[in-house]
């Protein structure tokens, strides 16, 4: 099994800050990246916030704080992951986009560097096909809010190794995970059984059989969910939660997993949820949300 002492997180977002996050109080050394210096401190300012947010709940010391932080480095350029043992890629869901960022780190690194990404749904094997070593190619699903989130989906490929998927998950223990393996396979296993729930969720509303808070309400209270499934859309993303199933639905052609026609309206309208301050929840600047009354 690999020894890991440095990692590379790509993409500094909500999943990439949060990455970060866990790695750096886990005892890791961190290189931040993103396509700018302007995004990257951004997340440095919400990981800042986010520990003392910690150390106010007597989760960290303030030493604890300043040493996470001294580990923290910052770029926004990919070539600055040469030295990293293990490469975490967290941006947007599109192979297209990874392919090119794996295509590049697979220049930059060593060969025995593990990469990783934390795609929910795009296939491992093929984003392990444009770098050099894709035994050492792994997926690593983490869940949001990162932080909160103990599950992590340790994907094996067509070509991962053992060691590999063994690293990831001893890593992911470190980051007080608790790891399962998944042979890579449309959207994995968790996101396999939750996305036709949250696309069937979105038809009920859509047939007019029951409300935005009544659906939600039912899964939290009926289900035990801590979220129902149209706010979970809203707070991971309604675009992120249709890419999952368009990418089930083009990999199995099987039709719960097609995207009803609210969902595609909404997208189209640009009501994305929290991200956007509309979606299934209209999000006020007072914290508070209402039903979204043209829904």
Request: proline share 4%.
């Amino acid at each position: 099994m690999s020894e890991i002492k440095k990692i590379f997180v790509v993409g500094s977002g909500f999943m990439g800050t949060g990455i970060s996050q866990v790695a750096l109080t886990a005892g890791y050394e961190v290189t931040q990246y993103d396509i700018s210096m302007d995004i990257v401190n951004r997340s440095h300012s919400n990981l800042d916030k986010n520990l003392t947010k910690l150390v106010s709940k007597g989760r960290l010391t303030e030493e604890d704080k300043a040493a996470a932080l001294g580990r923290l480095s910052v770029c926004d350029q990919l070539s600055a992951a040469a030295d990293a043992d293990m490469v975490i890629e967290a941006a947007p869901e599109n192979m297209d986009l990874k392919k090119d960022i794996f295509r590049q780190l697979s220049e930059f690194c060593r060969n025995d560097t593990i990469f990783a990404s934390n795609t929910s749904s795009i296939s491992i094997t093929e984003l392990s096909s444009v770098v050099k070593n894709p035994k050492r190619f792994v997926g690593m699903h983490f869940f949001s809010p990162v932080p909160m989130m103990k599950l992590l989906e340790v994907v094996k490929g067509l070509c991962t190794s053992e060691d590999t998927v063994k690293t990831a998950k001893a890593v992911g223990q470190k980051l007080g995970k608790t790891p399962i393996t998944v042979k890579d396979s449309p959207a994995f296993t968790v996101n396999r059984m939750l996305v036709p729930m949250m696309n069937d969720a979105a038809s009920l509303l859509e047939a007019g059989i029951s409300s935005i808070e009544d659906i939600d309400t039912g899964a939290r209270l009926g289900l035990n969910h801590p979220m129902g499934p149209l706010e979970l859309m809203d707070f991971t993303g309604i675009d992120v939660a249709m890419a999952a199933m368009e990418t089930i639905f083009r990999e199995t052609g099987e039709p719960r997993f097609k995207p009803c026609q609210l969902l595609l309206d909404m997208r189209r309208m640009g009501w994305l949820g929290r991200k956007t301050g509309i979606g299934f929840y209209i999000y006020h600047e007072d914290g508070t949300r209402t039903p979204n009354p043209d829904l």
